[in-house]
């Protein structure tokens, strides 16, 4: 463990398994292991928070009791909207270090505290990625996440780097030209950042006479996206990003701000490798909210095997809908649950004459057609009927072709989805500044594809 001697997250580690020790065990071992955590995590949080005690009440169970790891089960599901009803029974908030928010780019921004007790666990997973990295002491790593305004990935993704003992370059996702300069001066080795900001950022380098594919970066640290699809190719956006900077590896952090850390990719791209030793995953049908098939679409459901966090999350429904599950070995050699990519958005699915539409899906057709720089859907409600309808915004470098590029994206969603959806085509730029303007609400972190208007 390379953990700095006499930090603040050193202090603590040792509640927090060292970095792939957990992942070493066979399945069997994983699993048991879970089980004692929960049961010890249902016993502080009964004693400590007050809406999960009147849960237990309820429901008729007392973890003091001896209670099997099983009881999980009986529990009640919870939701962002069960955060803003009850927060002020679900929040431990004494010896606070920390806030952090949803972004609110689907409602009400949700503010949580962390304990000081808490820190480790969203900090050590972050190291375990910048670990699969090959990233450590010395190595120059451009950081353009926010590490302010309450967002989660850039604060603890940059303390995760300092504990790694890599050389933090502060930048953020601003002042582009500068940030030109500092690869210049600087010569990073890696990068943490949003791919579609890495992407902008390339043209920026071009007009400032620096070609990305001759700079110093090799290996980034992408989150706030899924760069893969359901079947574990990557998407056009990943590979335009590893050909246009000449990168060897990007290896990407999956989480949420509500419970943190959830899991990452090995360096063979086999799906999110579940930190089963911080969280305990479930897939369920949104509809049924019962366990789907490994081979099946469902809701990821989120449970904290440490009951000390400022919100512990028990059967916290995430409202990302993910395209697969397996306790396979992967050829990495951990066993621990992976999941397939993230393919949208419960709260995002469209209805149109009668099938549901995942806009991700469809970004992902629309995005491999060539000519297609950028895409966004926006999606609206007919007040008439109460019918959803959307259209796809697709920018086009070359203007001249963009009835030509416009009937390759409705060739490409017509041969999966039997229906006719407007496409607009546009000028790159204006699909970008739209982007733009939207990742402003985020700080810059996340750059939206999908505005719901409805």
Known sequence: MNTTAGSPIASTFRQVSDLGEYERLDRESIVDRQRLQVVEMLRRVYDEVPFYRAAFDQCHLDPRDGLEASALQQLPLISKATLRAHHHELYVADDPIDFVSSSGTAGEPIILPVRRIEEPLRVVPIRRVLQELGLGRGDGVLHNFNMFALYVIGYYSALALREQGCALIRTGPSMEERQIDVIRQLKPVGFVGNPFFM?????????????????????????????????????????????????????????????????????????????????????????????????????????????????????????????????????????????????????????????????????????????????????????????????????????????????????????????QIPIEALPAELVRTQQRESAAKTGGNKVSRFFDRR
């Open 199 to 419: 992407l902008s950022l390339a043209d920026i380098a071009r007009r400032c006479g620096l070609e990305p594919r001759t700079a110093s970066l090799r290996k980034g640290l992408l989150a706030t996206a899924t760069p893969f699809d359901a079947s574990l190719q990557p998407r056009e956006t990943r590979r335009q990003l590893e050909e246009t900077w000449n990168l060897e590896l990007t290896i990407t952090h999956y989480g949420a701000s509500e419970v943190g850390p959830i899991g990452y990719e090995c360096r063979y791209h086999q799906g999110y490798h579940i930190h089963e030793d911080i969280v305990l995953a479930e897939l369920l049908d949104p509809q049924t909210l019962q366990p789907v098939a490994a081979n099946e679409v469902g809701e990821l459901v989120i449970t904290h095997l440490d009951g000390r966090r400022g919100f512990t999350a028990i059967r916290y429904r995430t409202g990302d809908l993910i395209a697969w599950s397996t306790t396979d070995q992967c050829v990495c050699g951990r066993r621990t649950l992976r999941l397939g990519p993230v393919i949208g958005r419960v709260d995002q699915q469209l209805k149109l004459r009668g099938q549901n539409i995942v806009p991700d899906f469809l970004l992902t057709l629309i995005d491999g057609v060539q000519g297609v720089s950028a895409a966004v859907i926006e999606a609206f409600r007919r007040e008439d009927t109460g019918e959803d309808w959307f259209r796809v915004k697709i920018g086009v470098e070359d203007v001249q072709a963009s009835d030509t590029i416009a009937n390759l994206v409705r060739a490409k969603i017509a041969a999966h989805i039997p229906t």
